[in-house]
Nanobody
Framework: VQLQASGGGLVQAGGSLRLSCAAS????????MGWFRQAPGKEREFVAA????????IYADSVKGRFTISRDIAKNTVYLQMNSLEFEDTAVYYC?????????????????????WGQGTQVTVSS
């Protein structure tokens, strides 16, 4: 399984970016596809996730209303649309896949439940 994240960059506060995560190597039925981020000196934290089967989504409180996660089944790709970016959003963003089955809401925010990780893409927001 390969997850290839892209779309990061430098943007001013208030701006927007769209991250993409191209997945290959298996089908993702019963999987959750998530985005996490890690800022320097901090632990990796959950950002958002989408349930592959039906598109159900969940967000961290810090990004709710600003970020939107979605998936394109035909392209096997997950997106993270980030609007109204803030300096505090600066981090390396990782996409990941977890076989959560019917436990989507129970496990989706837990880093250790994810089986596959992409390489990360840097997002830098200037204030």
């Amino acid at each position: 399984v390969q997850l290839q994240a892209s779309g990061g960059g430098l943007v001013q506060a208030g701006g927007s970016l769209r991250l993409s995560c191209a997945a290959s190597g298996r089908t993702f039925i019963s999987y959750a596809m998530g985005w996490f981020r890690q800022a320097p000196g901090k632990e990796r934290e959950f950002v958002a996730a989408v349930r592959w089967n039906d598109g159900i989504t969940i967000y961290a409180d810090s990004v709710k209303g600003r970020f939107t996660i979605s998936r394109d089944i035909a392209k096997n790709t997950v997106y993270l649309q980030m609007n109204s970016l803030e300096f505090e959003d600066t981090a390396v963003y990782y996409c990941a896949a977890a076989r959560v089955g019917s436990y989507f809401f129970t496990f989706v925010k837990q880093t250790n439940k994810y089986d596959y990780w992409g390489q990360g893409t840097q997002v830098t927001v200037s204030s």
